[in-house]
């Protein structure tokens, strides 16, 4: 009977390596890099404001990052503020003066498009080759029907810097700035305020929004500020963040493992959905990381204030860490589960356990602090739960069933 309410799995041993950035690339002449995307792991854009003469200052690389050729947008002592791809060979590029660039060649090759506004425009999105918004400052929200080729401003009813823009797969849209929150549900046709989004003093800048998919989306600010929702934008909680320094940029990989870069060389990640979040250390110092990007391969990329491209080899890499067992009994079971770790010593404030339904809501979760642990599950239904057990580097999640009698 042993075998059969005896499970094990892999689990954390106290003995982490941690991950590290690498300075993969400099550029030369230095130069801030704004906004790096990739579209797979190995085709990727970086830009930079050059005030040399120069118009070369946009780099594209298809090695993942090793080597980077130069390619020209036209203008010189420009910033440009957002890359967005719409496949491997169409990508938009947005900035000053109410630019937003095209490329129908993945980068090799540029034109200006036509936007009717001189507006600095921060943020671009596009839902398909043909629908596009970008956003900037004084609230101006631009849409595009035709790849492009006309942009039509539509009223956002603010004034307010708009840093970002973003879509659900369901097409619920989200424009985030400066102590402001919009959202629309009809195709960006009209924008409201999010009602309710917890803004505190003295500044919310909301720099990046993101969405995993249509209930699960996070958003990172000034001052520090994480927030996330799970309903679809339509409350938000503000998580704990190490950090008041300025967030720029936030990605994830999946619904487990992100990363956010800012101001001072700040760099966090969380492997338990933004639960927790901790500091990375930057090579660079307190150079300031302007945007972070993850490949699909887990590979992540931030570029910098002086022109450096940072690497991490992989977000989650189990080869970085070693295994030991963990006992998980009774399984199926009645009223308790226990856990024992074969290890020695204290595991407080190393490890965390959260049951959640199969619905994802977290029913249970708690600190685990001895090598031998035992989880009253007596308040729960019978059915199915899944048992996650995490540090800040990993994560080891099993099914459990309760029934009860």
Same mark, same amino acid.
């Given at each position: /009977? *042993?075998?059969?309410?005896?499970?094990?799995?892999?689990?954390?041993?106290?003995?982490?390596? #941690?991950?590290? +950035?690498?300075?993969?690339?400099?550029?030369?002449?230095?130069?801030?890099?704004?906004?790096?995307? @990739?579209?797979?792991?190995?085709? $990727? %854009?970086? &830009?930079?404001?050059?005030?040399?003469?120069?118009?070369?200052?946009?780099?594209?690389?298809?090695?993942?990052?090793?080597? +980077?050729?130069?390619?020209?947008?036209?203008?010189?002592?420009?910033?440009? !503020?957002?890359?967005?791809? &719409?496949?491997?060979?169409?990508? @938009? !590029?947005?900035?000053?003066? $109410?630019?937003?660039?095209?490329?129908?060649?993945?980068?090799?090759?540029?034109?200006?498009?036509?936007?009717?506004?001189?507006?600095?425009?921060?943020?671009?999105?596009?839902?398909?080759?043909?629908?596009?918004?970008?956003?900037?400052?004084?609230?101006?929200? %631009?849409?595009?029907?035709?790849?492009?080729?006309?942009?039509?401003?539509?009223?956002?009813?603010?004034?307010?810097?708009?840093?970002?823009?973003?879509?659900?797969?369901?097409?619920?849209?989200?424009?985030?700035?400066?102590?402001?929150?919009?959202?629309?549900?009809?195709?960006?046709?009209?924008?409201?305020?999010?009602?309710?989004?917890?803004?505190?003093?003295?500044?919310?800048?909301?720099?990046?929004?993101?969405?995993?998919?249509?209930?699960?989306?996070? #958003?990172?600010?000034?001052?520090?500020?994480?927030?996330?929702?799970?309903?679809?934008?339509?409350?938000?909680?503000?998580?704990?963040?190490?950090?008041?320094?300025?967030?720029?940029?936030?990605?994830?990989?999946?619904?487990?493992?992100?990363?956010?870069?800012?101001?001072?060389?700040?760099?966090?990640?969380? #492997?338990?959905?933004?639960?927790?979040?901790?500091? /990375?250390?930057?090579?660079?110092?307190?150079?300031?990381?302007?945007?972070?990007?993850?490949?699909?391969?887990?590979? #992540?990329?931030?570029?910098?204030?002086? $022109?450096?491209?940072?690497?991490?080899?992989?977000?989650?890499?189990?080869?970085?860490?070693?295994?030991?067992?963990?006992?998980?009994?009774?399984?199926?079971?009645?009223?308790?589960?226990? %856990?024992?770790?074969?290890?020695?010593?204290?595991?407080?404030?190393?490890?965390?356990?959260?049951?959640?339904? /199969?619905?994802?809501?977290?029913?249970?979760?708690?600190? &685990?602090?001895?090598?031998?642990?035992?989880?009253?599950? *007596?308040?729960?239904?019978?059915?199915?739960?899944?048992?996650?057990?995490?540090?800040?580097?990993?994560?080891?999640?099993?099914?459990?069933?309760?029934?009860?009698?």
């Amino acid at each position: /009977m *042993k075998s059969f309410f005896l499970l094990c799995i892999a689990c954390l041993s106290l003995t982490l390596r #941690a991950q590290e +950035w690498g300075d993969l690339y400099h550029f030369n002449p230095e130069q801030t890099l704004q906004k790096i995307r @990739f579209h797979d792991p190995s085709l $990727g %854009l970086t &830009v930079g404001s050059l005030y040399n003469g120069s118009t070369k200052n946009i780099h594209r690389t298809i090695d993942g990052g090793k080597t +980077w050729t130069d390619h020209s947008s036209g203008y010189t002592g420009t910033r440009f !503020m957002d890359i967005f791809y &719409v496949e491997d060979s169409v990508v @938009f !590029m947005s900035g000053n003066d $109410g630019l937003i660039l095209r490329s129908l060649d993945g980068g090799r090759n540029w034109v200006t498009l036509k936007t009717g506004t001189t507006e600095q425009l921060w943020g671009l999105w596009f839902q398909n080759r043909k629908t596009g918004f970008a956003v900037g400052s004084n609230g101006i929200i %631009l849409r595009t029907t035709n790849g492009g080729t006309v942009w039509d401003e539509i009223p956002s009813g603010v004034n307010n810097l708009l840093y970002d823009v973003v879509f659900t797969p369901s097409g619920k849209g989200f424009a985030s700035g400066s102590n402001i929150l919009l959202q629309t549900e009809n195709g960006g046709d009209s924008w409201s305020p999010v009602t309710g989004f917890p803004f505190k003093a003295p500044a919310d800048w909301i720099r990046s929004i993101r969405f995993l998919d249509d209930n699960n989306g996070f #958003a990172c600010a000034d001052i520090g500020r994480i927030y996330r929702t799970t309903d679809g934008g339509t409350s938000w909680e503000r998580l704990n963040s190490p950090t008041t320094e300025p967030l720029f940029d936030i990605d994830f990989l999946d619904q487990d493992h992100g990363l956010i870069c800012g101001f001072n060389g700040t760099i966090l990640r969380t #492997a338990n959905g933004g639960d927790a979040w901790f500091p /990375m250390s930057s090579p660079l110092g307190n150079e300031h990381l302007y945007s972070v990007d993850i490949t699909s391969s887990g590979e #992540a990329y931030i570029c910098t204030h002086f $022109g450096h491209i940072l690497k991490l080899q992989k977000l989650v890499n189990t080869n970085d860490w070693q295994w030991t067992e963990l006992e998980i009994f009774p399984n199926p079971t009645l009223d308790y589960i226990n %856990l024992r770790f074969l290890i020695e010593g204290d595991l407080s404030g190393k490890l965390l356990y959260e049951i959640s339904d /199969m619905s994802g809501r977290i029913a249970i979760k708690g600190e &685990v602090c001895t090598v031998s642990e035992q989880i009253s599950v *007596k308040q729960l239904a019978t059915g199915n739960y899944m048992l996650k057990v995490f540090d800040k580097e990993h994560v080891s999640s099993q099914s459990i069933q309760l029934i009860k009698h």
